[in-house]
């Protein structure tokens, strides 16, 4: 900034904040300023597409687009996206650091004491930030690489337009990996050749035609296929229904491995093993023995597809470690009995059999180890490439398995800088850190910079973070245990937040930038993630409520006080990115999908394309082998991989073991003192984070006004709780609050939080004050209070949130307030 902090302050502090003025984009194009006030306008959401009506300018029904027979009961919760308690009405900044900038009191972080000022004021600050920080350090200090789910929309995309503003300022750490399948998604092209989790799958026809077995593992289909990457088409579910009608029927066997009762088993009527937690590797071995030692396995599709068996069979045998892999041996420890693990992979060789592998088993210690040695078992069945047969990772997410239109999609707003672009501070030196760092050990960064730890086959050095900048995602949702990530934060000299919510992640911020939500600004988005059954028109419902603004509009603002607004927008508004966007849509498509006019596209609100041809995965690798090879190292299936194995980590090794877990229930490290396994899957009634903010949807399913925790009638009874009764659950990491919901689905010594409940702290006793101390009580019920944050081996670094034991116990003081969703405390200055 020209002027000094001292001066630019006392000219802040002397200003009354007032709400800005109009948008400083251009108007919108003559089609939609034209355009009558519909009664029904349509738009798009990881929900699913909806029509909307107004009355009186404000939202009014939701109901779903004509071609989704299966919506989501989350419908219901949409009108409270935007309308909630828990927006951020106006750019905010927490009061200490508006006083002090970077020599802050960081421990005040939390305490939810904040200024609101002006969006000329909070955009200067934020540069004023970013310039501290390039010129004091370098762009090693700046993290504005994390992501998350963000909201639907080619052009709005939030991560797209906070990195391309921030690099026009200048360089930043990147993060490499995601919290949903880290382990997963870094062990699988060295095994099958790519990530697997998440490409398209094997058609679901074909598998409901030739299918005799088909085992979830860790799966939970019917409850996750609620939501998509983008807008949802929710078709996955005609499939399953059919499937329901073939279980019925006899004609397929659906078989869950799971140590709950899911609410995919419930909904097919289909069977179930119990398996202890964490312990799927073990099972797995186990069966590979006895497929192995009974000659089930299929030696010929070994030979000809793989490679390392060889390696693999001393360690399964024994004579490696002394230790046999039976039946016997894996039951002891997977409480599933000999009988059924030999039983199982006798049905498994028998007939044609699909696993499909869920991704929470690859959120643990070791994550790594299910999913390569689930592929060791596909392998030793021999059924890799033929339709109904093999294995899956992603079936369970965003209708995988749907037959592809084969249509192109829209693109989306540049992430990167135009080419001749220059940013302010062209510094590339990030001096020893490295630039990019595996996405969950951001939190290890700022507590232990300079510390160099494996990855994936390289040396990483964590990098000296001073500032983070975020839009669209929520850390302090995904990332673990909550009372180290406030150590850390109270270590970081700025935080910039991007957010239509009173997220806890922008409770622990400086800088708060209110963005509207997706039905307050107008966009274009994919209809169907891998399907991509169409496009649709997001339509603006109501103008943004507060002074919130678009993507494009905070960060065009941004970008003109960087001195670059053209550059930022190439001079177009966002209608006509939007109407670009769909016309090179349309001339990609060409002579194959014939598609309207951008005006009539925008009138009718959706484009449909037609269905596509049934798939099977690695069917080609099947055929032909050296013609169609996969991404690995050798171009078959890596049973033994030579190239892990050169990497000597003892916590990830040359082919699939068995490695206990720093804790684990059921007789495992730790349960003595923490004898529950708690599991924070992916949530019934939102995604992630998302939707918990919408108050009436919420009270739908809390207990209290809390996140329910599910518990087992056997613990129910030992501990003297009954439903509707609050728990505290609790370990060494921190405490929670939840609402306990007695259910006889989970078994004794498991209870289930589900992840993306807001971080609502309070004070140790209790009391509203004192949220940014450590170890304060969580008042809602996020179960990231409670789990471990250590990376899954030295291969992924990916998040162990699943490696986690508790405790808990029936709550008998005064009931402190919920306040994950309330605004900040305001002070006037």
């Known amino acids: 900034m020209s002027m000094i902090r001292r001066d630019f302050l006392k000219g802040l502090l002397g200003t009354t904040a007032a709400v800005v003025g109009p948008s400083v984009l251009a108007p919108l194009s003559a089609v939609a300023a034209t355009r009558p006030q519909q009664e029904w306008l349509t738009t798009g959401s990881h929900w699913g597409a909806f029509k909307m009506s107004r009355k009186n300018g404000v939202i009014d029904q939701v109901v779903p687009l004509d071609p989704d027979k299966y919506p989501t009961d989350m419908i219901n919760g949409v009108r409270g996206l935007v309308y909630n308690a828990s927006r951020v009405r106006y750019p905010m900044v927490r009061l200490d650091f508006l006083l002090k900038g970077h020599k802050s009191d960081t421990s005040q972080r939390g305490d939810f004491?904040?200024?609101?000022?002006?969006?000329?004021?909070?955009?200067?600050?934020?540069?004023?930030?970013?310039?501290?920080?390039?010129?004091?350090?370098?762009?090693?200090?700046?993290?504005?690489?994390?992501?998350?789910?963000?909201?639907?929309?080619?052009?709005?995309?939030?991560?797209?337009?906070?990195?391309?503003?921030?690099?026009?300022?200048?360089?930043?750490?990147?993060?490499?990996?995601?919290?949903?399948?880290?382990?997963?998604?870094?062990?699988?092209?060295?095994?099958?050749?790519?990530?697997?989790?998440?490409?398209?799958?094997?058609?679901?026809?074909?598998?409901?035609?030739?299918?005799?077995?088909?085992?979830?593992?860790?799966?939970?289909?019917?409850?996750?296929?609620?939501?998509?990457?983008?807008?949802?088409?929710?078709?996955?579910?005609?499939?399953?229904?059919?499937?329901?009608?073939?279980?019925?029927?006899?004609?397929?066997?659906?078989?869950?491995?799971?140590?709950?009762?899911?609410?995919?088993?419930?909904?097919?009527?289909?069977?179930?093993?119990?398996?202890?937690?964490?312990?799927?590797?073990?099972?797995?071995?186990?069966?590979?023995?006895?497929?192995?030692?009974?000659?089930?396995?299929?030696?010929?599709?070994?030979?000809?597809?793989?490679?390392?068996?060889?390696?693999?069979?001393?360690?399964?045998?024994?004579?490696?470690?002394?230790?046999?892999?039976?039946?016997?041996?894996?039951?002891?420890?997977?409480g599933v009995s000999v009988e059924q693990i030999k039983e199982l992979a006798e049905l498994m060789a028998k007939d044609r059999t699909q696993i499909m592998v869920g991704w929470c088993i690859q959120r643990q210690q070791h994550g790594e180890q299910p999913y390569w040695m689930a592929a060791v078992l596909a392998t030793m069945l021999g059924q890799i490439g033929l339709p109904g047969g093999g294995i899956s990772y992603g079936h369970h997410y965003s209708s995988i398995g749907v037959p592809s239109s084969g249509a192109a999609a829209p693109g989306a707003f540049p992430r990167n800088l135009d080419e001749g672009m220059k940013p302010l501070f062209p510094s590339d030196d990030f001096k020893d850190y490295s630039p990019t760092i595996p996405v969950a050990r951001f939190v290890d960064a700022i507590l232990e910079p300079g510390k160099v730890i494996d990855a994936n086959g390289s040396k990483v050095t964590l990098p000296d973070i001073k500032m983070?900048?975020?839009?669209?995602?929520?850390?302090?949702?995904?990332?673990?245990?909550?009372?180290?990530?406030?150590?850390?934060?109270?270590?970081?000299?700025?935080?910039?937040?991007?957010?239509?919510?009173?997220?806890?992640?922008?409770?622990?911020?400086?800088?708060?930038?209110?963005?509207?939500?997706?039905?307050?600004?107008?966009?274009?988005?994919?209809?169907?993630?891998?399907?991509?059954?169409?496009?649709?028109?997001?339509?603006?419902?109501?103008?943004?409520?507060?002074?919130?603004?678009?993507?494009?509009?905070?960060?065009?603002?941004?970008?003109?006080?960087?001195?670059?607004?053209?550059?930022?927008?190439?001079?177009?508004?966002?209608?006509?990115?939007?109407?670009?966007?769909?016309?090179?849509?349309?001339?990609?498509?060409?002579?194959?999908?014939?598609m309207p006019e951008f005006d009539k596209f925008w009138a009718d609100g959706y484009v449909h394309f037609a269905g596509g041809e049934n798939w099977t995965r690695h069917a080609d690798f099947r055929k032909d082998p050296e013609f169609h090879p996969l991404g690995t190292p050798s171009g078959l299936i890596e049973i033994f991989s030579r190239k892990i194995a050169a990497y000597g980590y003892d916590d990830c090794q040359g082919h699939p073991i068995w490695m206990e877990k720093a804790e684990r229930s059921h007789g495992g490290p730790g349960s003595d003192k923490y004898p529950v396994w708690l599991q924070s899957c992916h949530p019934n009634h939102r995604l992630h984070s998302q939707m918990c903010e919408s108050e009436e949807y919420r009270n739908s399913y809390t207990v209290h006004g809390r996140e329910p925790c599910y518990i087992s009638p056997v613990d129910a009874k030992k501990r003297r709780i009954k439903s509707g009764d609050v728990v505290r659950v609790f370990n060494d990491r921190g405490q929670l609050l939840a609402g306990a919901v007695i259910d006889d689905s989970y078994p004794e010594g498991v209870i289930r939080i589900e992840e993306g409940a807001w971080y609502g702290p309070v004070g140790k006793d209790g009391s509203k004050q004192g949220g940014s101390e450590i170890g304060a009580l969580c008042s809602y019920g996020d179960p990231n209070t409670l789990t471990m944050d250590i990376g899954s081996s030295k291969l992924s670094q990916a998040c162990s949130a699943y490696t986690c034991v508790v405790e808990f116990e029936k709550f008998n003081g005064k009931l402190p307030e919920v306040v994950s969703f309330s605004g900040p405390i305001e002070i006037k200055v």
């Open 468 to 594: 983070m900048v975020f839009s669209g995602n929520n850390p302090w949702s995904h990332h673990q245990d909550r009372n180290k990530m406030k150590q850390a934060f109270r270590k970081l000299e700025a935080v910039v937040t991007v957010e239509v919510n009173w997220t806890a992640t922008a409770r622990f911020s400086d800088i708060v930038l209110p963005a509207c939500t997706t039905m307050e600004r107008n966009d274009i988005d994919v209809y169907g993630a891998y399907s991509n059954r169409g496009i649709v028109a997001m339509q603006k419902m109501v103008e943004p409520l507060f002074d919130s603004l678009s993507d494009f509009d905070i960060f065009t603002r941004f970008a003109k006080i960087l001195g670059n607004e053209k550059g930022y927008t190439r001079g177009m508004s966002e209608f006509d990115w939007i109407a670009m966007l769909y016309n090179d849509c349309k001339k990609a498509n060409a002579g194959k999908f014939e």
């Open 113 to 334: 004491r904040f200024v609101r000022v002006t969006w000329d004021q909070a955009l200067k600050l934020f540069k004023a930030s970013l310039d501290e920080v390039q010129t004091k350090y370098g762009p090693w200090a700046l993290h504005a690489g994390q992501t998350g789910w963000r909201a639907v929309g080619q052009m709005h995309s939030c991560t797209s337009h906070m990195q391309r503003a921030v690099a026009m300022h200048g360089n930043f750490v990147k993060k490499i990996g995601d919290y949903s399948t880290g382990a997963g998604q870094t062990i699988m092209p060295y095994v099958l050749g790519s990530t697997e989790v998440y490409a398209q799958g094997t058609s679901w026809p074909l598998i409901l035609e030739n299918t005799k077995t088909l085992v979830l593992w860790a799966n939970d289909p019917y409850k996750n296929l609620q939501v998509g990457w983008n807008t949802e088409t929710h078709e996955s579910y005609a499939y399953l229904a059919e499937l329901k009608q073939k279980v019925a029927a006899g004609e397929i066997r659906v078989i869950h491995i799971d140590p709950v009762v899911s609410k995919t088993q419930k909904y097919l009527g289909s069977e179930r093993i119990y398996i202890n937690p964490q312990s799927d590797v073990a099972m797995m071995l186990g069966m590979a023995h006895h497929l192995y030692s009974e000659k089930l396995h299929d030696q010929e599709f070994i030979d000809g597809y793989s490679l390392g068996f060889e390696r693999f069979v001393p360690y399964l045998l024994g004579e490696k470690d002394g230790i046999a892999k039976t039946p016997e041996w894996a039951s002891k420890i997977s």
